[in-house]
C-alpha cells in the first residue's frame, strides 16, 4: 500500500554494515536484517510495550467478532459476512508483521530469510488491498440497506456475498503477486540491511543494484488506480446513502439510520487516513526524520486491526447486545 522511501544516508548505515566480503555481488542473499526503527534503537523495548499491547487487544477483538457472529444465527447476515472477513483479514495482516517486530525489539532478532521477507512483503500487500476490498462491500451493502431496504435481501443473498468475497481475494491476491516476483528478480550487490521493522517494498528493492523504477511505477498504479478506485466507490455509496438520510421524514429516523452507518465511516476513516498520509509524508516529507516514517508505517498497520473489532463492537447495537448477553449469562 504505502511506498517507504529508502532514505537513509550511506553514514547512517554504516554502523550496521557487513564487511565488503559480504556486501559484494550476491545477486539474491540468503537472508536481510531488519534495522527495527533506526535512531530509536534505545527506546526498542519501551516501543513493544504499545505494540504488544494494541497486538493483543487486536486478536482478542477480532476473535470476539467471529466468535459472536458464529454463535448468533441472527447475525447470519450480509453485514455481518463482511465484518467476519475483516476480521480475519485483520488478524492475518497484524500477525504477518507484529510477532517479527516484537522479536526484533526484544531479542534483537533481526535476521530474516530471503523468501521469509517476500513471503511477508505478498501478505501485506494482499490483505491490506483485501481489506479495502471489503469496505467497499461493506459500504455497498449499507447503501442497498438504506437506499435500497426492500430490495436488500434479494440483491445480497449468501451467493452473492460468497461471489464478492471470492472477487475480494482474487483481485487481492492476483495484484500482490508482482511486487515479491519483482524483488526477486532484482540483484543485490550493495547490502542486505533494511531500515525498517519489516519487509516493506520500495525499502526493500531500493537495496538493488538495478534500476527498479518498474517495482515503484507499480506501487503507484495501485495506490492511486486500485485503492483510489476503491475510495471513489465507496464515497459515491456514501453520498448516496446521505441524500436517504436527509430525505426520511423525521429526526429521530435519520439519527437511527445514520448510526447504522456510522461505524462503517468510522472504520474507512480509520484505514484510508493513515494510509493516504504515510504515502504522502513518505513521498514528500523529505525532511521528516526516518524513525517517524517507520513509525507511521508501523501505525498504519497496527491501527486498524486494533479499532475495528472496537468500532463494531460498541458501535453495533447487535454485536454489543450479543456480547452483553454472552457475559450476562456466563455470569448467571
Known amino acids: 500500500m504505502q511506498e517507504t522511501p529508502f532514505c537513509l544516508r550511506v553514514e547512517q548505515l554504516l554502523p550496521y554494515s557487513m564487511s565488503d566480503s559480504n556486501t559484494t555481488n550476491f545477486t539474491n542473499p540468503s537472508t536481510f536484517i531488519l534495522l527495527g ?39 447470519h447476515g450480509p453485514m455481518y459476512y463482511f465484518l467476519c472477513m475483516l476480521a480475519i483479514t485483520d488478524l492475518v495482516l497484524s500477525t504477518s508483521t507484529v510477532p517479527k517486530m516484537l522479536n526484533i525489539f526484544w531479542f534483537n532478532s533481526t535476521k530474516i530469510d530471503f523468501s521469509a521477507c517476500l513471503t511477508q512483503m505478498y501478505f501485506i500487500h494482499c490483505f491490506s488491498g483485501m481489506e479495502s476490498g471489503i ?78 523504477r518498474l517495482s515503484s511505477y507499480y506501487g503507484l498504479f495501485i495506490l492511486f488506480f486500485v485503492i483510489g478506485l476503491d475510495v471513489f466507490l465507496i464515497t459515491l455509496s456514501y453520498i448516496q446513502i446521505l441524500r436517504a438520510i436527509f430525505n426520511l421524514p423525521t429526526k429521530d429516523a435519520r439519527l437511527k439510520t445514520f448510526g447504522t452507518c456510522g461505524s462503517h465511516l ?67
Not at 487481492?172 to 515479491?180: D, E, M, N, T, V
Request: charged letters at 10%; one cysteine or more; aromatic letters at 12%.
Open 135 to 212: 469496505l467497499v462491500a461493506l459500504a455497498f451493502d449499507r447503501y442497498v440497506a438504506i437506499c435500497h431496504p426492500l430490495r436488500h435481501s434479494t440483491t445480497l443473498t449468501n451467493s452473492v456475498v460468497v461471489k464478492i468475497g471470492l472477487a475480494i481475494v482474487l483481485r487481492s491476491g492476483i495484484l500482490a503477486l508482482p511486487y515479491p516476483f519483482l524483488a526477486r528478480r532484482w540483484p543485490y550487490c550493495r547490502t542486505n540491511i533494511v531500515p525498517h521493522s519489516y519487509c516493506e517494498h520500495i525499502a526493500v528493492v531500493k537495496l538493488a543494484c538495478a534500476d527498479t
Open 37 to 75: 526503527i533506526p535512531g530509536l534503537e534505545m527506546a526498542h523495548v519501551w516501543i513493544s510495550i504499545p505494540f504488544c499491547t494494541m497486538y493483543a487487544i487486536a486478536i482478542l477483538g477480532n476473535f470476539t467478532i467471529l466468535f459472536i457472529v458464529k454463535r448468533e444465527p441472527s447475525l
Open 266 to 332: 468510522c472504520a474507512i476513516l480509520v484505514f484510508y487516513i493513515p494510509d493516504f498520509f504515510s504515502s504522502i509524508t513518505h513521498r514528500f516529507g523529505h525532511n521528516v526524520p526516518l524513525h517517524f516514517l517507520i513509525l507511521l508505517a508501523n501505525v498504519y498497520l497496527l491501527v486498524p486491526p486494533l479499532l475495528h473489532p472496537i468500532i463494531y463492537g460498541v458501535r453495533t447495537k447487535q454485536i454489543w447486545d450479543r456480547l452483553l448477553r454472552l457475559f450476562s449469562h456466563k455470569g448467571t
